[in-house]
Structure formats: structure tokens, C-alpha cells
């Protein structure tokens, strides 16, 4: 279901702040301050073309949805429904009783962020998905708001616990929609990756392969003194000389 925003008076001064209304909402605009009869005249317009006509108890003209006290209601609310909203009552006398201006303004939602993990050498960068330019970034670690409004969150090697969860909130114009937790695991590979390396050749080769490979480094490592010592002391080599 829609959520449901009961509207109040937005003014003109302070409508893009006080405005929370997103596409998809139903909303009420209430006639606040009006007892209305059943014989009072009641008229409603959205920048000034005639959406709502009811005299003498009858509704002569319903482009929208009006309750029995006046109220406006919007459902599943659209970018289009934004503008002035007019109402005004009379009596069966024709005198003015009450007049209210409304401002609507639709926005569209913000997105439902998502938290991407990259684990690099040295830690992880965390990146808050779905930002722009007029949104507003801000992070929390363990269920506490950590100090970056920054759409990457980088946490070094130790800096980050087993366990440490992480989230991000994106806020634009009053409205906010939170990613879900998540928990990185980034390990060091480091020295773990040589050892991987040299599991999988043992695998690889098979036993008699890698006993070869092991018997000509021996004999590399054996070799390699002796050849030495036949080129710098020649002499001693051919004549015997102790």
C-alpha cells in the first residue's frame, strides 16, 4: 500500500523545505478551520482550473476525490498534481466562510541505495549506490553514524573487525531511504596466496612431476658454487695447486 501524508499548509517562502510529498504517495490536503454543511457550497482548484463543484448537496463537477468535510485526497500521486491547490466554501447564503491556498509540490522518490563491496589490499571500499549530486550521503558503522557524507567509505585493513557491518542513508529534500547491512569480509592474501600457489602445483604436476622440478632446483642450487669456483680459480683447477 501507498503511504498516506495528511498535507498541511505549505507556504510559499519555505515549500521546498517543508514539502515531503513523493510520487507514488496518497495524500490529503485537509480544509482546515471549515465546518462544512450540507447545504454549503463547496469549490476546489488546482491552479485555477475547476476540479470540484458541489452546491445545494449536489456535486456537480468531481475531477477529484473530496471527503464529507472538504478534505482533498490525491492517490497514487503523480509529478503532474503539483501546483496551487484553491478551496473555498460558501454558504447557502452566499456568503464567503472559508478560503485556504495550498501548495503541492511531487517529487520524485529516492532510490533504495545498495552498499557495494570491493575488498583491495589494504582494506575495503564501501560505495553508497544510487547518488547524485543533490542527494546527501551518510554512513553507519555498527549502528553508529560514522563521520563521512562521501558516496565511498574506505575502511583500512585495521580499521576493520570480523563482524563490522555497514550502511548507508540517502537524504534529498527531507526524504530518506536507507540501503541494507552488510557485513565485508575481505581477507589478506598475501602470504596465503603463495601457499595457494604451491599447493596447485603440487596438485598439478602429480608426484613424479614435482619431484623432477624439485631434483633439477637441487641440482641448479648443487652446481651453481662449483661453477663459480671453476671460473675465478682457473689455475688451481688445472695444476692442483692446495
Not at 565511498?152 to 536507507?178: A, I, P
Request: overall charge neutral; charged content about 20%.
Amino acid at each position: 500500500a501507498f503511504p498516506v501524508v495528511l498535507y498541511k499548509l505549505c507556504i510559499y517562502s519555505v515549500i521546498f523545505l517543508s514539502c515531503e510529498i513523493s510520487v507514488g504517495d496518497t495524500v490529503i490536503i485537509p480544509f482546515e478551520g471549515a465546518k462544512l454543511l450540507a447545504d454549503d457550497e463547496l469549490r476546489w482548484t488546482h491552479n485555477k482550473k475547476r476540479v470540484y463543484f458541489k452546491k445545494d448537496s449536489q456535486v456537480k463537477l468531481s475531477e477529484i476525490n473530496v471527503t464529507q468535510h472538504g478534505y482533498l485526497i490525491l492517490e497514487n500521486v503523480q509529478k503532474d498534481k503539483s501546483g496551487e491547490y484553491k478551496g473555498i466554501v460558501y454558504n447557502a447564503d452566499g456568503t464567503l466562510i472559508k478560503d485556504t491556498v495550498q501548495q503541492l509540490c511531487v517529487l520524485e522518490p529516492v532510490p533504495e541505495p545498495t552498499v557495494l563491496v570491493e575488498c583491495l589490499d589494504k582494506g575495503v571500499n564501501l560505495t553508497c549506490s544510487a547518488v547524485n549530486n543533490s542527494e546527501i550521503v551518510s554512513w553507519m558503522k555498527n549502528g553508529m553514524k560514522a563521520n563521512v557524507t562521501h558516496a565511498v567509505l574506505h575502511v583500512s585493513s585495521s580499521e576493520l573487525k570480523s563482524g563490522d557491518n555497514f550502511s548507508c542513508t540517502v537524504s534529498h529534500l527531507g526524504r530518506h531511504k536507507s540501503a541494507k547491512e552488510v557485513k565485508p569480509v575481505c581477507s589478506d592474501t598475501g602470504p596465503l596466496l603463495y601457499v595457494y600457489l604451491w599447493w596447485m602445483l603440487v596438485i598439478l604436476t602429480g608426484g613424479g612431476g614435482f619431484l623432477l622440478i624439485l631434483f633439477i632446483i637441487c641440482l641448479v642450487c648443487l652446481f651453481q658454487p662449483l661453477t663459480e669456483w671453476f671460473f675465478v680459480e682457473p689455475k688451481m683447477f688445472f695444476y692442483g695447486i692446495a
